[in-house]
């Protein structure tokens, strides 16, 4: 390509805001030439390139909204430390059909086993769909439901919001008829993700009030997938290895000590 020309080519994809295009211009040309490619080839890479760059942003800015801890795929989720838990039953929700059918997913079991990953996992997964999103845990989701003003909030119209630690601590009378009322107004509406470390049975006790945690439950699991996982804490999974072999070499210790006499 002469100079000038791309020069200029390179002015006016600028100068569009096609700043990808514009990056990765002279490799593409020289792919094109070294492969003899024809023009709507070249220009189909070229175009990919840009579109490619600004879908990636565009799921940034989403991941950024939404208030996401972490960046925490399906792919990094260990199912072998879980055997007990339905891979096919975890992997059907990542197809997102709950999210259109506004459905809400309850994530129940024991601090450490992965429901807060699969969660944002979940909502990374709906961020690259165009899903509104939003996460939250329940002690942040509370003040804010205090503060009151709950009008055009994201907590309130986003697809999904993800509800993380609920049960992790106590709620007042007060904060549960709050939470009821988040409840009720997204209920057929938009899906919410709850993670616990509850079972349902403790719901009564966790909000206070049988006949509030009866309606907040009624309301959740009207139209809902629940997994609960069993198992212990993955991020514990180190020390419970170093505490088994401990008691295996003190149980060989006192056998020989045993033998000795």
Not at 56 to 71: C, D, F, N
Not at 178 to 186: A, K
Not at 194 to 206: P, V, Y
């Amino acid at each position: 390509m002469e100079q000038l020309t791309s020069e200029r080519l390179q002015d006016n994809l600028v100068r569009l805001k096609l700043n990808r295009a514009a990056e990765v211009l002279d490799s593409v040309v020289e792919q094109a030439t070294r492969e003899k490619n024809s023009y709507l080839s070249f220009l189909d890479h070229l175009l990919e390139e840009e579109v490619a760059a600004k879908e990636g942003r565009r799921i940034q800015t989403a991941m950024k909204t939404a208030g996401l801890p972490a960046a925490k795929t399906i792919e990094e989720y260990d199912f072998t430390f879980h055997p007990q838990l339905d891979k096919a039953t975890v992997m059907e929700l990542f197809d997102l059909t709950f999210i259109t059918r506004k459905e809400n997913v309850l994530l129940l079991g024991p601090p450490g086993v992965g429901k807060t990953h699969l969660a944002i996992s979940l909502a990374i997964k709906a961020c690259h769909h165009g899903f509104k999103v939003y996460f939250t845990t329940m002690d942040i989701l509370i003040k804010k439901l205090k503060a009151g003003a709950t009008r055009q909030k994201a907590y309130l119209n986003s697809s999904l919001v993800v509800v993380d630690e609920v049960g992790y601590l106590p709620v007042t009378t007060q904060e549960a008829y709050l939470f009821f009322q988040f409840v009720s107004q997204r209920y057929e509406r938009s899906s919410t993700i709850i993670t616990s470390n509850k079972s349902f049975g403790d719901w009564q006790e966790l909000f206070g009030d049988p006949v509030i945690a009866t309606a907040i439950l009624d309301r959740l699991l009207h139209h809902s997938k629940v997994v609960n996982i069993k198992g212990h804490s993955y991020r514990l999974r180190g020390h419970s290895i170093k505490k088994q072999l401990f008691k295996e070499q003190k149980s060989s210790a006192d056998r020989s000590a045993d033998d000795a006499t």
